[in-house]
């Protein structure tokens, strides 16, 4: 089985943005390939050669996409017979080097969660099978690659694999959280998930210690500024609109009922944090402006994505903030990601290098 195409999984309804910015990264990469992709879907496929899918996985860092949740190398449509598909997936894994670990997953969308049960049942088999051929160490070793199978229905799967330290973690590209029964909104997981994506867990400790300040700029009713307080921050939470009670009776939040984006913090703080639902040229000028002034140490914010061209407003916003470091002569960490909490949305996060 030759690699023909790099499978990218993405929320149902991005596949557009999941192709464009593929398509833009991996030409800047040498690569001239193409995307196929069906709208709702939930995954793109960009075709090209192998040798150029290859330099694709290897040299793009997988943590620069925004609208990918994971992706894998891959060959053509594997037909499975219900009767025997642990032998339809050996018979048909040519060119899939020796594993440390395998994944059986499928795509976001209400048909593919109709094959989670499959999923698993097939794992086990599967992996038996295939360390008996030794195709599959007898340990999990996340050093070599992943076996990835992306079952797209009872009959049909794409066979690959990826490079653990560039892909996601998550094997379906998900972090499944639990929603907070006392948490003031939904939008709490948001800002839980931002951190499980831009810090390193080894760094929580450090990054998101008790006792740092932190501004949340559109903090009603008061989801992630409940996320920091559970971190024992001090939080100046900004908005118009009322805070949760419970939130207020903590002592650790002072609400001050302002435009964001006028809102100066009396001393630097550790984190601003922004959900405010506005323009995202807007805000991400804010952001940029914040950072530059030195104002936070670091900064995650939602850039809301009601338009058509929701691609070419990302990159405007990114490009528009990289022109603020430049022009102040600053170096920024800046990353963007859609998260599985995010709806029509991107979740960013800015970090200044000193
Ligand atoms: C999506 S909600 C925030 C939800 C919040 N992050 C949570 O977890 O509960 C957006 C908020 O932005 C606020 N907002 C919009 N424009 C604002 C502005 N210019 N200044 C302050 N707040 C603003 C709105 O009042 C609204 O409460």
């Not at 891959?74 to 219900?82: F, K, Q």
Request: aromatic share 8%; hydrophobic share 40%; charged share 25%.
């Amino acid at each position: 089985m030759a690699i023909t195409q790099l499978v990218l999984l993405c929320r149902q309804g991005f596949e557009a943005e999941t192709a464009a910015e593929i398509q833009d990264i991996a030409t800047q990469a040498g690569c001239f390939g193409y995307c196929k992709t069906k709208s709702d879907q939930g995954w793109v496929s960009y075709v090209a050669e192998d040798h150029q899918l290859k330099q694709v996985v290897e040299h793009v860092r997988f943590r620069n996409l925004i609208f990918a949740r994971q992706w894998f190398i891959t060959g053509d449509v594997v037909e499975l017979s219900p009767r025997d598909r642990v032998s339809d997936v050996l018979n048909n894994m040519e060119g899939v080097p020796h594993c440390g670990e395998i994944e059986i997953v499928h795509v976001d969308t209400n048909e593919g969660k109709e094959l989670s049960r499959l999923c698993r049942s097939l794992t086990a088999p599967l992996a038996a099978t295939l360390r008996k051929k030794n195709k599959l160490s007898a340990k999990r070793n996340n050093k070599i690659p992943r076996m990835m199978i992306l079952l797209l229905d009872g009959q049909q799967a794409l066979i690959g694999y990826h490079f653990t330290n560039n892909a996601c973690k998550w094997p379906d590209g998900i972090l499944h959280l639990k929603s907070p029964k006392d948490a003031p909104s939904r939008s709490t997981l948001k800002l839980e998930e931002a951190w499980h994506w831009f810090i390193p867990k080894r760094q929580w400790g450090e990054r998101l210690s008790a006792g740092m300040r932190a501004v949340d700029l559109g903090a009603a009713p008061g989801g992630w500024t409940w996320q920091l307080v559970k971190r024992n921050m001090m939080v100046d939470a900004i908005d118009n609109g009322p805070m949760k009670g419970d939130l207020m009776e903590t002592g650790q939040v002072t609400h001050h009922t302002e435009d964001g984006f006028r809102f100066v913090p009396s001393k630097k703080v550790h984190w601003m944090v922004c959900d405010m639902a506005e323009s995202p040229i807007k805000v991400a000028d804010r952001m940029a402006h914040w950072i530059v002034n030195d104002w936070c140490a670091e900064a995650i914010f939602n850039l809301k994505l009601p338009m058509k061209k929701r691609y070419q407003e990302v990159r405007a916003c990114f490009e528009l903030m990289e022109q603020k470091f430049e022009q102040a002569g600053i170096e920024v960490d800046m990353t963007g990601k859609h998260l599985y909490h995010d709806r029509e949305e991107i979740t960013c996060h800015l970090r200044r290098c000193y």
